[in-house]
């Protein structure tokens, strides 16, 4: 049965697969041959990871009707193969995907401030979903 610990490092083994990704996919495009020895050493602490993960308890006393096939493996390996896909995009695409983001940001948040069921209240008005709900008793 899971406790809070083996949440805890499972967690912290996550986090820790997706930072060690980030330089094997760097180094896997490098073609200096020290960097080799280097790849081999993330390697070992990705598969670390993975293990760590994959040791830990988890809930059998839930009867679920589906169960994720091949966890901790298949996750991990998504998260390597976006990471490694992610860091073989160009610089100028960063730019472009963090301006947008930017935008993307600006818009929610002001839709949100705006739009918010706690403004209408601040504001000594109902919120809409709440004149909908109450409309239909």
């Known amino acids: 049965s899971?406790?809070?610990l083996s949440a805890?490092?499972?967690n912290h083994s996550a986090l820790m697969f997706a930072f060690f990704s980030i330089p094997f996919s760097l180094m896997s495009q490098m073609t200096?041959?020290?960097v080799k020895y280097g790849m081999a050493f993330m390697c070992l602490k990705l598969l670390m990871c993975v293990v760590v993960m994959a040791r830990q308890p988890?809930?059998?006393s839930a009867h679920l009707s589906f169960k994720v096939p091949g966890v901790p493996v298949l996750p991990a390996l998504s998260i390597l193969i976006n990471v490694f896909l992610t860091t073989?995009?160009?610089?100028?695409?960063?730019?472009?995907?963090?301006?947008?983001m930017l935008v993307g940001f600006i818009i929610y948040a002001?839709?949100?401030?705006r739009n918010s069921s706690e403004e209408y209240r601040m504001r000594g008005e109902t919120p809409?979903?709440?004149?909908?709900?109450?409309?239909?008793?």
């Open 2 to 4: 899971p406790t809070p």
């Open 8 to 10: 805890h490092v499972a």
């Open 32 to 34: 200096a041959w020290h």
């Open 58 to 60: 988890s809930s059998s």
């Open 88 to 100: 073989k995009l160009s610089g100028q695409t960063w730019v472009r995907f963090s301006v947008w």
């Open 110 to 113: 002001a839709y949100g401030w």
């Open 128 to 137: 809409p979903e709440d004149r909908q709900s109450n409309n239909g008793k």
